[in-house]
């Protein structure tokens, strides 16, 4: 902006000058030509200027709101007013939940590390922020300012954000940004502006690059959690296994446990059986056991519904930790992991 302004400024001033220089001197063949030629190629310049696309000006950091630093109060005035104007819509979670199948795009602007750890079923991922790489002057300066508040992973702004939020953003339904916290536009005891985000900064950067119909859930990923709703994380394979183990205890009542039934992680082989104890084994969970292997406790029985789904689910008695607590006879595996019947080394059955 300011480039095309200065240029524009400076085709203004020459005219005056060409303008007054042509009234005071006369002209030769020769001296017409070369101010032709300059005129020409001076001309084409200015042109060039006031034809070329305005791109909003970035600074420095990579983000710029006319001319102001993006997280000051003065800048966080004019992105709130900017999306009031553009009518960007805050989408409650229940909102959103039955958005998902109409096929209007949810784009998590979060780092890809928190994107993969866990996000919305169907969601892209387009950071706004990526962690900083190259080693040039601005680049260490900014490591430094990071460090110097104890921070050694900093962030910059990603280059490729703006070119694929537009292509990913729909004509015609828009879309709907996600960041962990989602701000608000509404006015607060402390800002009348609201609260400032990073998916309310995404949203004003696409608005001014010409997108419409843009969205930012309210509350952010973290309100969409704690409000139950389904999500994709890095444990959805344990969660899986775990439910594969739950089966396998379920139609383990009744009837052994054949190798052939096993997931294949879980077909560890056969074990010769152990002695039975001496003594009757009623109430088999212990502290010790807990001790021993809390994880295969918390994966094999890590729900606190009965897993045989009878009416003894709330009475029954449950550890420290509130799980529930099994006996072998209801297990039907003899005395747990050490019987060639189970096919898991948990000791969790003592």
């Not at 959103?96 to 928190?114: A, C, G, H, M, W």
């Not at 260490?140 to 050694?152: I, L, Q």
């Not at 940004?177 to 608000?184: D, R």
Request: hydrophobic content about 35%; glycine content about 8%.
């Amino acid at each position: 902006m300011l480039d095309v302004a200065s240029q524009l400024k400076g085709c203004k001033q020459l005219d005056v000058k060409r303008a007054s220089r042509t009234a005071s001197t006369p002209l030769t063949p020769t001296s017409f030509r070369a101010n032709s030629r300059v005129a020409i190629r001076r001309d084409l310049r200015c042109r060039a200027a006031t034809e070329a696309p305005v791109k909003p000006s970035r600074g420095a950091s990579g983000l710029d709101v006319q001319g102001l630093r993006p997280t000051s109060p003065a800048a966080w005035k004019i992105v709130s007013q900017t999306l009031r104007d553009q009518k960007v819509r805050m989408m409650s979670p229940q909102e959103l939940y039955f958005t998902i199948n109409k096929e209007v795009p949810i784009i998590d602007i979060r780092p890809p590390s928190e994107f993969e750890d866990a996000h919305i079923d169907g969601s892209t991922n387009i950071p706004l922020y990526r962690p900083i790489t190259g080693w040039d002057v601005r680049r260490v300066a900014r490591r430094m300012a990071f460090a110097f508040f104890g921070v050694f992973n900093g962030t910059e702004v990603n280059p490729n954000f703006f070119d694929d939020i537009l292509a990913s953003i729909n004509s015609e339904v828009g879309a709907v940004l996600v960041c962990n916290l989602g701000g608000t536009l509404d006015a607060t005891k402390g800002n009348g502006a609201g609260t400032q985000s990073r998916s309310l900064m995404a949203a004003y950067e696409a608005v001014q690059m010409g997108a419409r119909k843009v969205s930012v859930l309210k509350g952010g990923f973290l309100k969409w959690k704690r409000s139950g709703r389904p999500y994709i994380n890095s444990d959805a394979q344990r969660r899986a296994v775990a439910s594969s183990i739950d089966a396998i205890f379920a139609s383990a009542k009744g009837k052994p446990v054949s190798k052939q039934s096993l997931p294949q992680e879980h077909a560890l082989g056969e074990r010769p059986a152990a002695a039975k104890p001496s003594h009757p084994a009623k109430l088999v969970k212990s502290s010790a056991a807990a001790a021993v292997a809390p994880s295969s406790r918390s994966t094999l029985i890590g729900s606190k519904d009965d897993i045989f789904g009878t009416a003894a689910a709330s009475k029954r008695r449950r550890d420290p930790e509130g799980l529930p607590v099994y006996t072998p006879e209801e297990l039907n595996i003899g005395q747990g992991g050490d019987t060639a019947d189970c096919p898991f080394n948990c000791k969790c059955c003592f």
